[in-house]
């Protein structure tokens, strides 16, 4: 069985080693849904407390910009390559939920083509 060969990775660095490790992590950490944004409020004390800046996980309900968005919080910057990979997803997939990320403010690219990396903006007071 090829998934028994203990020395397949032996060409490997220590560091894509522990990079592969990390997105294997990131991923099932995604998928198994234990990662919350916060409590729903509660709707009888919203009234009296000052309105909140909003946040940008309430405008995402898409579960695939979700976990995209979940797995940019846990690893950083990414290219859609590294994206579909982690998760699973094609990359016409990727490339139209990135776009949709990109078009609603709550994700950014650096970079062009092949070089370009996603990242979550940290930032919205442009907005």
């Known amino acids: ?9 032996d060409h490997l660095g220590e560091s894509e080693v522990l990079q ?7 991923t099932a ?8 944004t916060r409590p729903a ?3 009888q004390c ?19 910009e979700q976990q995209l968005m979940r797995y940019l919080t846990l ?10 990979s982690a998760l699973g997803l094609n ?6 939920k ?4 990109r078009t609603t403010g709550v994700c950014e690219v650096a970079g062009k083509t092949r070089a370009a990396r996603y990242r979550l903006r940290a930032e919205f007071g442009g907005n």
């Open 1 to 9: 069985m090829p998934f028994l060969d203990t020395t397949r990775f």
């Open 20 to 26: 592969r490790i990390g997105a294997l992590l990131a």
């Open 29 to 36: 950490i995604a998928r198994s849904g234990r990662l919350q």
């Open 41 to 43: 409020p509660n709707p």
């Open 46 to 64: 919203a009234s009296a407390q000052p309105a909140l800046p909003v946040d940008p996980w309430e405008l995402v309900n898409d579960p695939l």
């Open 75 to 84: 690893t950083g910057p990414a290219s859609p390559r590294e994206l579909g």
């Open 91 to 96: 990359r016409r997939t990727v490339a139209r």
């Open 98 to 101: 990135l776009a949709r990320l």
